[in-house]
């Protein structure tokens, strides 16, 4: 029997999005700028034959830019420990700084990292941090959607069962926006019953907007949209792993970076157009004790601005849904009637 067809959802390309019409409502108590701090939780879900693969990490770790990969089972230790680092040292220095502010971050979490954590995820939880999926595994997502289907839902048992909680996660972020993910993950979510408010696969824009369901663009049945809140690479601590001159090597040009970001935005929102910063951590980069204190700097720098929004992405799709439903705005790409092929 020939395999069944994979189901194809290739969405319109939207150059334009709000154009000058920008959005105007802004965030809850007239607040200029929603700043989403983002934590990408990958250490045990990554790459290694602990795991059961075949190959180590290679990428994304203290010496990427020149280790390679282990291969035919052998584990690389050395590697192993940089991403144990992230939980035995960077998330309690982590935890203690935002418990500081009393703020919030939105979890991007692998869940086999959550699995086998210990306390932390429920700590997060108790501690009131929004629990979003990175993906089953660490950058292995399947190369087909019965594969992929199966990485999802095995991400929801491992994600509730590490948290306690049954209504997560409540967004996603896998980060190679494959359209394929975007409808696997509608259906999943759809079939277990727990609300997908957001997806957070683009680099497309400063502020939150629709595109349509791909589960019904495909399988038909209600159109009711899927909510996009754009995330960033531009202000995301991987920056201090770059290679070839273009990361940061001092916490003082990470600062400046994440300072001159929100300077601008949070000056257009005075002009009335809200607008939101994304900061993506990771606890084996940004919570090294150097580079933590970028952190430190600009969490004491925005203390001090009025009308700053700091809350989680589950809060910022909570706030768009309700005044910028798809049901009344539609995806931008309707909005400015372009004519697509």
Sequence with gaps: ?????????????????????????????????????????????????????????????????????????????????MFEYGIRSGLPRLIKLFRQYGWRWTTWACARALEVTGPYPKMMVEDGHEIACHGNRWRVHGDNTAEEKAHIN??????????????????????????????????????????????????????????PDAAAEVYGGKDEG???????????????FVAGGTGVSSPDDWFELLKGEFDQLYAEGAEGHPRMMTIAMHNRFVCK?????????????IAT????????RSEIANFWREKYPYEKVGATFKMHNEQLP
């Excluded at 997560?168 to 999943?188: A, I, Y």
């Design 1 to 81: 029997m020939a395999p069944s067809p994979e189901p194809f959802y290739l969405p319109p390309r939207d150059f334009v999005g709000y154009g000058l019409d920008q959005p105007t409502e802004l965030w809850p108590g007239g607040n200029k700028i929603a700043v989403s701090f983002v934590l990408n939780y990958e250490e045990g879900a990554e790459q290694t034959p602990w795991n059961g693969d075949e190959t180590s990490c290679d990428n994304l770790h203290e010496l990427h830019y020149e280790r390679k990969a282990t291969s035919g089972g052998k584990r690389d230790i050395m590697v192993e420990e």
């Design 154 to 211: 095995k991400s929801f048992d491992r994600l509730q069962a590490a948290t306690g909680m049954k209504d997560v996660p409540t967004g996603w972020f896998l980060g190679n926006g494959s359209e394929r993910q975007k409808l696997v993950r509608s259906l999943v979510h759809k079939e277990r019953n727990v609300p997908l408010l957001y997806c957070s696969d683009t680099y497309a824009c400063d502020t939150p907007y629709w595109i």
């Design 226 to 240: 899927m909510l996009m809140i754009p995330y960033s690479l531009c202000t995301n601590d991987h920056r201090f």
């Design 289 to 301: 004790p150097g580079r933590i204190m970028a952190l430190k700097r600009f969490m004491a720098y």
């Design 305 to 312: 601005k009025p009308d700053v929004w700091v809350c989680t």
